[in-house]
């Protein structure tokens, strides 16, 4: 799997800020609201940078078998906003070097970059991170 490329689209729905909103408890106008986000300059109401890096983390955790346990740090620059009901594109490399593995990816909407740098660290056993009984 060693500098292996992965490319990834997801779409969120309309109602995915909202969901999030409530999951979170964030429930800032901005991404609930598309009249208070268009009051701001904003296109619409924009999703959570948090929802998007969640997004991100499931499709680099999908790349080396997709258990949650096996995910020990994730980094990332925000640099852009997403909106719902528009394709986000996800692209990335499999790094595997010493026995760690990381994924280096990106994401975009359109011809704006949202997430840049990230870098998610993944555990070769992901059963070390089960807590203890």
Known sequence: MANEHFHAVVTPDRYFPHRYAGAAEDFNPLHIDAEAAASVGLPGNILHGLSTLGLAARLCLEQVGGDPRAL??????????GVP????????????????????FTASQGDRT???????????DATAADPPR
């Open 85 to 104: 009901e528009e394709e986000i594109e996800f692209s990335g490399t499999v790094a595997v070097s010493a026995g760690a593995t990381s994924v280096h």
């Open 72 to 81: 020990a740090r994730i980094s990332v620059q925000f640099r852009g906003v």
């Open 114 to 124: 949202v997430l840049r740098d990230g870098v998610a660290e993944l555990r070769d």
